[in-house]
C-alpha cells in the first residue's frame, strides 16, 4: 500500500559526495518518520539519520557532521546529503519510513524500500 522509490547511490570517491532521495507514495494519511539505514556485508543493518514530521533530525555518530538529512512534506520525500565519503561508508542503503495508512482504520505502517548501493573507493 505504500511505495518507496530510491534514487541516487553509486560510486565515488574518498572524499565526494553523494545525494539520496526516496521518494514515498500510495495510500498515506500521514508520515510520522522518514529515515535511512545502512548495510554493509556481514554486518548488522544500521540507521543513518532519520527526521521526523516537525523536521527533528538524528545522525548516527559514525556520520555526524558528513551527512544532512531534509525533508519535503509536501512530496513524501526525502534526502539524503553525504559528503566526505569513507570507505566505511560503503554499504546498502535503505529508506524506511513510517506513518499513517489512509482508510477508516488509520493503521499505522513502516516500509523499506529495495535500497540503493553506494560504493566508496578509489
Known amino acids: 500500500q505504500v511505495q518507496l522509490v530510491e534514487s541516487g547511490g553509486g560510486l565515488v570517491q574518498p572524499g565526494g559526495s553523494l545525494k539520496l532521495s526516496c521518494a514515498a507514495s500510495?495510500?498515506?494519511?500521514?508520515?510520522?518518520?522518514m529515515g535511512w539505514y545502512r548495510q554493509a556485508p556481514g554486518k548488522q543493518r544500521e540507521l543513518v539519520a532519520a527526521?521526523?514530521?516537525?523536521?527533528?533530525?538524528n545522525y548516527a555518530d559514525s556520520v555526524q557532521g558528513r551527512v544532512s538529512l531534509s525533508r519535503a512534506n509536501a512530496k513524501n520525500t526525502v534526502y539524503l546529503q553525504m559528503n566526505s565519503l569513507r570507505p566505511e561508508d560503503t554499504a546498502v542503503y535503505y529508506c524506511?519510513?513510517?506513518?499513517?495508512?489512509?482508510?477508516?482504520?488509520?493503521?499505522?505502517?513502516?516500509?523499506w524500500g529495495q535500497g540503493t548501493q553506494v560504493t566508496v573507493s578509489s
Open positions: 500510495g495510500s498515506i494519511f500521514s508520515i510520522n518518520v
Open positions: 527526521i521526523t514530521s516537525g523536521g527533528t533530525t
Open positions: 524506511n519510513v513510517r506513518g499513517v495508512l489512509s482508510g477508516e482504520a488509520r493503521a499505522n505502517f513502516a516500509s
